[in-house]
């Protein structure tokens, strides 16, 4: 079975309406539908741009929670719309008076789930009090069962052997950094974890600035979609990739045989090798 997916790497320019962020979005979707994608991921935190509607400068992202409605309903009507599985990023969320990191999935049917990031950054701490998401699970789809990890979850291998133990055979990492370090941080980890647990990967970042808002101001990014490094995938495990910080799209297939196959024939079969008798099976 194969599965097309598309990865935005999106534009962070000033806007002044939610009109305008809507048509931005509904321009990413409707370009990757007519590449025939059946998934589409946005990057993490692309919503602060609604932020930038203010006239000041904008220190928090305590505002963003008041979006939500208009987000979901957005996403929700594209998903259905194109036929797509829309992977909406992350968008800050409020439950209980605490905010949230929260990756959604929209799915063609009008459902939406949602996975809040479990690792937080120290600015996401110190500078925007968001709290870590407090669960973990798998998505169900009609072409296989998928993870949302966001960012920095990525750089801690326990959480991705967790998902991979449950069934997830792609991961839908949704990512936000502002310089090389903080990129090649989450894309060297990224490409572990695929290594590690013979599962795709599918990232990508922000790009552009928000001169208005903070912590926002400079982003660094790239979408990548990323195999394990074995004979029957790219040498360098990058399927697709991006222009640095280019405003556009990227579409590659994905073969779930041949990653299966690859597990139980590859040159290397770390799943099946993990010693298990020297360390804890995370996977369960």
């Given at each position: 079975m194969k599965l097309r997916v598309s990865a935005v790497q999106y534009h962070l320019e000033i806007i002044n309406a939610f009109e305008e962020f809507a048509e931005q979005v509904t321009h990413y979707v409707r370009t990757a539908a007519e590449y025939e994608s059946e998934f589409v991921l946005f990057p993490?935190?692309?919503?602060?741009?609604?932020?930038?509607?203010?006239?000041?400068?904008?220190?928090?992202?305590?505002?963003?929670?008041?979006?939500?409605?208009?987000?979901?309903?957005?996403?929700?009507?594209?998903?259905?719309e194109t036929g797509m599985h829309i992977i909406g990023g992350t968008h800050v969320t409020r439950k209980e008076d605490k905010l949230y990191n929260t990756a959604h999935l929209f799915y063609p049917d009008g459902r939406v789930a949602e996975q809040a990031k479990l690792h937080m950054t120290p600015t996401e701490k110190k500078d925007w009090n968001i709290t870590p998401g407090e669960s973990i699970q798998i998505f169900e789809t009609e072409k296989g069962k998928i993870a949302l990890l966001t960012c920095y979850?990525?750089?801690?291998?326990?959480?991705?052997?967790?998902?991979?133990?449950?069934?997830?055979?792609?991961?839908?990492?949704?990512?936000?950094?502002d310089d090389l370090?903080?990129?090649?941080?989450?894309?060297?980890?990224?490409?572990?974890?695929?290594i590690e647990n013979q599962v795709y990967v599918v990232t990508t970042g922000t790009v552009g600035a928000l001169r208005?808002?903070?912590?926002?101001?400079?982003?660094?990014?790239?979408?990548?979609?990323?195999?394990?490094?074995?004979?029957?995938?790219?040498?360098?495990g990058i399927l697709m990739e991006g222009e640095f910080n280019h405003d556009m799209i990227i579409t590659a297939d994905l073969d779930l045989d041949?990653?299966?196959?690859?597990?139980?024939?590859?040159?290397?079969?770390?799943?099946?090798?993990?010693?298990?008798?020297?360390?804890?099976?995370l996977s369960k």
């Open positions: 993490e935190f692309f919503t602060t741009q609604l932020l930038s509607i203010s006239d000041g400068t904008v220190s928090l992202v305590d505002e963003l929670p008041n979006y939500t409605k208009q987000y979901i309903e957005l996403f929700k009507g594209l998903a259905k979850d990525m750089e801690f291998p326990e959480i991705v052997r967790m998902v991979r133990g449950m069934g997830a055979d792609v991961i839908f990492a949704p990512s936000c950094t370090h903080g990129f090649n941080r989450v894309r060297y980890t990224c490409h572990a974890r695929t208005n808002v903070d912590f926002m101001r400079a982003n660094y990014g790239q979408a990548a979609v990323i195999t394990p490094n074995d004979i029957p995938f790219p040498k360098n041949l990653l299966y196959k690859v597990r139980e024939e590859g040159s290397v079969t770390t799943w099946n090798d993990r010693r298990l008798d020297l360390y804890p099976d």
